[in-house]
T-cell receptor, first 116, second 111 residues
Framework: DAGVIQSPRHEVTEMGQEVTLRCKPI?????LFWYRQTMMRGLELLIY????????DSGMPEDRFSAKMPNASFSTLKIQPSEPRDSAVYFC??????????????FGEGSWLTVV | GQQLNQSPQSMFIQEGEDVSMNCTSS?????WLWYKQDPGEGPVLLIA?????ELTSNGRLTAQFGITRKDSFLNISASIPSDVGIYFC???????????FGKGTRLSVIA
């Protein structure tokens, strides 16, 4: 079974540009998470969805960040306009939720964003 | 919110040495997980612990779920160069709430 698939793997963009990161969760998983990783702050949870519905977006840093999950197999994280301090690795992760194994989440390979 | 204190932040060790790292919390968790992140990749699950006191091994890795439910440790025996990476602990309360992650232990192995 394919793991969590993210695109693009790497992106370099100019300040002020719009950035869209994409994620395909593992088939059958009903939870999807977006994380941001920086050296200073480690892994930060930005937002998570259950059955395509946003449950908690309190980790989204600013209104410049938005996330959608139009269906069970696709989610986007958008930054508009981007700023240099948004440079980080953005991870998407998914899990089945509930039960003994419900906490075990599976990460994608990440989208490495550099804003210059 | 809940926080995990993971230590040490970084380690430089000689190949063949054993490694120990741990996570502590002021809150109780029902699940403890250990992930490893290779350079340029996403975190990958190493060991999952579901019961207080549980001791689980995966090859050269051994992890324990503390009896108080507020801590966990990970040991790596006879380290090798491919053990290099960032190790994260994560605590879970229920299957329907997000994991809480530690800030990671960055491991460097000197051949």
């Amino acid at each position: 079974d394919a793991g969590v698939i993210q695109s693009p793997r790497h992106e370099v963009t100019e300040m002020g540009q719009e950035v869209t990161l994409r994620c395909k969760p593992i088939s059958g998983h009903d939870y999807l998470f977006w994380y941001r990783q920086t050296m200073m702050r480690g892994l930060e949870l930005l937002i998570y969805f259950n059955n395509n519905v946003p449950i908690d977006d309190s980790g989204m840093p600013e209104d410049r960040f938005s996330a959608k999950m139009p269906n069970a197999s696709f989610s986007t994280l958008k930054i508009q306009p981007s700023e240099p301090r948004d440079s980080a690795v953005y991870f998407c992760a998914s899990n089945q939720g509930g039960g003994r194994n419900g906490n075990t989440i599976y990460f994608g390979e990440g989208s490495w964003l550099t804003v210059v | 919110g809940q926080q995990l204190n993971q230590s040490p932040q970084s380690m430089f060790i000689q190949e063949g040495e054993d490694v120990s790292m741990n996570c502590t919390s002021s809150s109780i968790f029902n699940t403890w997980l250990w992930y490893k992140q290779d350079p340029g990749e996403g975190p990958v699950l190493l060991i999952a612990l579901y019961k207080a006191g549980e001791l689980t091994s995966n090859g050269r890795l051994t992890a324990q779920f503390g009896i108080t439910r507020k801590d966990s440790f990970l040991n790596i025996s006879a380290s090798i160069p491919s053990d290099v990476g960032i190790y994260f602990c994560a605590g879970g309360v229920s299957g329907n709430t997000p994991l809480v992650f530690g800030k990671g232990t960055r491991l460097s192995v000197i051949a």
